[in-house]
């Protein structure tokens, strides 16, 4: 399936001759978790439980096990995961009050183990 390619916060992308530029496969599934993760919950008036709200965390004093178990209920949500393979999310908060989230996961479609990192 292809996607519109967006990345959160950022402009859509223009492909000179074609228009939009779009996504498919493993791609597409990391930009979808990517949106999951920085939804804050009732911002999709199409699905108001829609989101991690990891976004809304920046600035407030929070543990790594919640953010870590937050990952984990959203990722058990996103259907590009293959959801028979673990899911491994490693979370590590830098002195700074900085955070660095890693989720190794398998593509459904692919079954390839795919590694996202996001920091803040």
């Not at 999951?36 to 920046?58: E, F, H, K, V």
Request: glycine share 10%.
């Amino acid at each position: 399936m292809n996607a519109i390619a967006h990345v959160m916060g950022a402009d859509l992308t223009l492909v000179a001759g074609t228009g939009l530029s779009v996504i498919s496969g493993a791609d597409c599934v990391r930009q979808k978790i990517l949106r999951r993760l920085c939804t804050n919950p009732g911002a999709y008036i199409w699905q108001l439980d829609y989101g991690a709200g990891l976004p809304a965390m920046i600035g407030d004093p929070t543990s790594t096990s919640l953010i870590e178990s937050i990952v984990r209920a959203q990722m058990a949500l996103e259907a590009g995961v293959d959801q028979t393979q673990p899911v491994s999310v490693s979370v590590e908060q830098f002195s700074d009050g900085g955070v660095r989230c890693v989720i190794t996961y398998v593509d459904a479609q692919t079954q390839q183990t795919q590694l996202l990192s996001v920091l803040n």
